[in-house]
């Protein structure tokens, strides 16, 4: 076929080793195939080149239809499907570590100087909210 892309080796390992690094394994994975969509006309329409992976135990689907190639498809299915396993541990991960981060900001001791002004404006404060009180002229 003249318009395949071929995908060298050098690609299908770094593929390999991203699927890898996501903990993605082929039983995991449930591919099937189907008709694209777009532009390519008569093309397009009769064959079934767009790929498109389940991962069964995150329920995570992505559709691939890159190249008129199946098995270029395939391929880079794969990797969209690693790179997206990836980005959502790696935001998991994130969300726990802000969480984190906020509550030993939280529990963290004021300085002197923080505890001084905060108390100053809590006088200030108060002192405003006093003034604010009825005056009585009956007396």
Request: aromatic share 2%.
């Amino acid at each position: 076929m003249a318009d395949a892309i071929a995908i060298s080796a050098e690609t299908l390992e770094k593929i390999r080793a991203k699927m890898e690094l996501a903990g993605l394994v082929e039983e995991d994975i449930e591919e099937s195939f189907v008709r694209g969509a777009g532009s390519g006309g008569q093309k397009i329409n009769k064959t079934s080149s767009c790929v498109r992976l389940l991962h069964k135990p995150t329920g995570e689907m992505v559709k691939c239809q890159e190249t008129r190639s199946r098995e270029a498809n395939r391929w880079l299915a794969r990797r969209a499907l690693a790179e997206r396993l990836l980005e959502r541990a790696q935001s998991a991960e994130s969300e726990r570590i802000q969480a984190a981060e906020k509550i030993r900001r939280q529990k963290r001791r004021r300085s002197r100087r923080q505890r001084a002004k905060m108390l100053a404006d809590k006088r200030h404060h108060s002192e405003k909210k006093n003034a604010r009180a009825k005056v009585n002229l009956d007396e």
